[in-house]
C-alpha cells in the first residue's frame, strides 16, 4: 500500500493509524544519519547533502497523520527521473512535516518547501536521515518552458528564476517570475505565472545548462549516501529537544 | 527643514546607478483573507537552552523589542512571565516556546517556527507558534560591515517574523528565505527590522501610525538577488587629492514617510568613527521614500589626506534634519579600506 493511497483528500483528511514504517519504501543505506545533516550555505554544501537530484510531476498532494511521524504532506512525484545518483521507482512520495492535525487545526512550518500540483520540479533529495523535508534546503525547483526558447528553466521557491549557479552560489531573477503566497483553503494550487514572466524567463538558465554547471560542481563535491523515502523513526513530531548554546560571543570591530 | 550647502571639496563626477526595491511581503492566507493572531502573543523561554544573561537571550530579546518597536504596527509578542526549565518542549498544547536546540534536530536549518493555524475555511487565525533556532550560532552582536551565514541573533528576528505570520520574501529584509541578512550601521545594534518587513507588520497589524526612521547599511542587494557588502577591499589614493573613487552607497527608509535630508561620506584610522572624521563628500537634499532600501553608486573626487590606512564612513540625515524613531543607525562603517600613500 502506498503511503499517499491512504490518505484523504484535501482539506478534510481523515486520520489514519497505519505506521509509516510499514507503508514505506525503505532502502537499505546505513550510511545517512542525522548528524551528518549541516548547514547549507552554498551549492557546494547542498550537494554533499544530496543522494540523487530527480526531476518529475507532482500529480497530487494528500495528508497523513502518524503518532510519531506528525502530520504529512505527501507530494506524489509522478514520472520520475534522475538527473544524478539513482532512482529507483518512478513514482516518490516526498512526505514533509505538516499538516492537519485534528480536525480543527493545521500545523505549518514556512521553512519548508510546498509543492504544488500539476507541476513539473527538480529536486535535490537528501541523504541525510531527515525528519522535516527529503528535500535539501530549498534546492527545489519548479520547471517551465520558456516560450522564446522552448527549453526548461528553474523557477526557485522565492519565485524567482534561476540565472545563475555556482560555487559561489544561486542567482536569480532581479523580479519573481511566479506568486508565492499561500492560501490554506488551497495551498497545493498551481502558482500562477506572474504578468511579464516571459521576459525574466527568457534571461533564465537553461536547465541543460544548470545540470551541467552541477556536473562541474559534482567534481568538487560528488553526490553520496542513499535517499530515504521515509522520515526519521526515532523522532516525534510535536517534541522539541532544547539544548544550551555554547557561551560565546561575536568579536565585531 | 534646515538643509545647507556643503560639498566638502569633493565633486560629483558621475551619476549613479540606483537601485529601489519595491515591497515584496509576504504572508498566508486563507480564502484570501490575511491568517493572524487574534490577539497579542507571548513567547515561552526555555531557560535551559537561552539561559538569563546570556547572547542567545539577548538575541531573542531584540528580536522581540525590534518587532515591538516597529511604529503603525501593533505590539504583538512578548516574553511570557513564566518559564520553561526542561529539555523536552511541546508542539501542540497551545504554548508558544523558544528554544535552542541541535542543528542536526532541525534538519540542518538555522531556524524553525512551528506555526499552527485554524483549519481554513473562510478565515483563519494562528493559534500557536513554537520557535527553535540552531545553537551552533553565534548570538553576539554583528559587525555592521560583515556578512555572516551564522547570526543567531538574524536568525530570532526571522523566525519570529514567521511568529507573526510572514513568510519568505526576497529583498532587503529580514525574511529572505537564508542568510547572510541585511543589517543597520551603528555603533549599536545593527539587527533590526527592515523596511520590507516593518511594511508586511503594518499591514497585518495595523495601528494606523507612523514612523520615520532612515538608516545606512554596508550591505546592498545585487541584481541577481544577492546580498553582498557595499565595497570590500582596499581601495589605494594618493595623499594629495584629487582621485576618483566610487562607492555603493545604501540607504534605507524604515518609516512611512518621504525623507529628505543630508548625506556625507567621511574617513577615520578609527574603526569606531560613526561622528567626526574628515569628510570626503556630503549630499544635501536626497530623498529616499518611505519603506524602500536605495543602493546608489557615487563617484567624487577626493580632498588631499593625510597619509596612512582610514576607515570609511557613510552616514545619513548628518544634519539631523529629521527626528527619527531611532538615530543610531545612521552612520555605517562600510567594509572597505582607503590606502592613502605620499604621492
Known amino acids: 500500500m502506498r503511503y499517499q493511497e491512504e490518505t484523504s483528500a484535501r482539506r478534510r483528511p481523515q486520520f489514519i493509524g497505519l505506521l509509516l514504517t510499514a507503508i514505506l519504501v525503505v532502502t537499505s543505506n546505513t550510511g545517512a544519519i542525522a548528524d551528518s545533516i549541516r548547514a547549507v550555505e552554498n551549492p557546494l554544501d547542498a550537494l554533499a547533502s544530496t543522494a540523487a537530484i530527480v526531476e518529475g510531476t507532482i500529480r497530487e498532494n494528500a495528508y497523513t497523520f502518524d503518532p510519531a511521524a506528525g502530520p504529512r504532506t505527501v507530494a506524489t512525484l509522478a514520472d520520475a527521473t534522475a538527473d544524478f545518483g539513482r532512482l529507483d521507482d518512478k513514482t516518490l512520495p516526498l512526505a514533509t512535516l505538516g499538516g492537519p492535525i485534528s480536525e480543527k487545526q493545521e500545523l505549518f512550518i514556512p521553512e519548508l518547501p510546498v509543492l504544488t ?137 | 527643514m534646515n538643509r545647507k550647502s556643503i560639498l566638502a571639496g569633493a565633486v560629483l563626477l558621475s551619476g549613479f546607478l540606483m537601485a529601489s526595491h519595491a515591497h515584496a511581503f509576504s504572508f498566508f492566507k486563507c480564502n484570501g483573507n490575511p491568517v493572524v493572531w487574534g490577539s497579542p502573543f507571548q513567547m515561552v523561554q526555555n531557560t535551559l537552552s537561552i539561559p538569563f544573561g546570556t547572547p542567545p537571550e539577548s538575541s531573542l530579546d531584540n528580536a522581540i523589542g525590534r518587532w515591538n518597536g516597529v511604529q503603525g504596527m501593533a505590539n504583538m509578542v512578548s516574553k511570557a512571565p513564566f518559564i520553561t526549565i526542561g529539555s523536552d518542549l511541546s508542539i501542540g498544547d497551545g504554548q508558544n516556546d523558544v528554544a535552542t536546540t541541535g542543528r542536526a534536530k532541525l534538519g540542518g536549518n538555522s531556524g524553525l517556527t512551528f506555526l499552527i493555524h485554524n483549519l481554513c475555511v473562510l478565515s483563519s487565525s494562528w493559534v500557536e507558534a513554537d520557535v527553535a533556532v540552531a545553537n551552533d550560532l553565534t548570538f553576539g552582536r554583528v559587525a555592521e560591515d560583515s556578512l555572516t551565514t551564522t547570526s543567531g541573533r538574524s536568525t530570532f528576528i526571522h523566525e519570529l517574523g514567521h511568529a507573526h505570520g510572514l513568510g519568505h520574501a526576497q529583498g532587503f529584509n529580514n525574511m529572505r528565505a537564508s542568510q547572510p541578512l541585511p543589517l543597520v550601521g551603528g555603533p549599536n545594534e545593527t539587527v533590526d527590522v527592515l523596511p520590507d518587513d516593518a511594511r508586511a507588520g503594518r499591514f497585518l497589524y495595523p495601528t494606523g501610525n507612523g514612523e520615520v526612521n532612515l538608516f545606512a547599511s554596508a550591505q546592498r542587494r ?33 518609516g512611512t514617510i518621504t525623507a529628505t535630508q543630508t548625506e556625507r561620506w567621511w574617513v577615520s584610522t578609527s574603526n569606531q568613527a560613526h561622528n567626526g572624521g574628515t569628510t570626503i563628500f556630503q549630499w544635501n537634499g536626497s530623498t529616499f521614500p518611505a519603506n524602500t532600501v536605495i543602493t546608489r553608486q557615487v563617484t567624487f573626487k577626493l580632498p588631499a589626506l593625510p597619509v596612512g590606512t582610514f576607515f570609511v564612513f557613510h552616514g545619513v540625515d548628518v544634519l539631523h534634519e529629521v527626528q527619527e524613531s531611532r538615530e543610531d543607525d545612521n552612520n555605517v562603517r562600510e567594509g572597505v579600506l582607503l590606502q592613502v600613500n605620499n604621492c
Open chain 2, 222 to 254: 545585487t541584481s541577481k538577488d544577492k546580498i553582498v557588502l557595499n565595497n570590500s577591499g582596499t581601495i589605494t589614493v594618493c595623499s594629495k587629492g584629487g582621485d576618483t573613487i566610487t562607492l555603493f552607497s545604501t540607504v534605507g527608509n524604515n
Open chain 1, 117 to 253: 500540483d500539476d507541476t513539473r520540479y527538480l529536486v535535490f533529495l537528501t541523504n541525510a536521515d531527515w525528519f522535516f523535508s527529503p528535500v535539501v534546503e530549498n534546492y527545489v525547483f519548479r520547471l517551465e518552458t520558456d516560450p522564446q526558447r522552448g527549453t526548461d528553466v528553474l523557477i526557485a521557491p522565492s519565485g524567482r528564476a534561476v540565472v545563475g549557479l555556482s560555487a559561489d552560489g544561486l542567482e536569480f531573477s532581479q523580479e519573481p517570475v511566479v506568486d508565492t503566497q499561500i492560501d490554506f483553503i488551497s495551498p497545493h494550487a498551481k502558482l500562477r505565472l506572474r504578468d511579464g514572466a516571459a521576459a525574466q524567463l527568457a534571461t533564465a538558465m537553461s536547465k541543460q545548462d544548470f545540470l551541467a554547471a552541477v556536473r562541474d560542481l559534482l567534481k568538487a563535491a560528488p553526490l553520496q549516501g542513499e535517499f530515504r523515502s521515509s522520515p526519521a523513526r526515532d523522532r516525534v513530531w510535536n517534541q522539541i529537544t532544547a539544548e544550551a548554546a555554547p557561551l560565546r560571543d561575536a568579536n565585531p570591530r
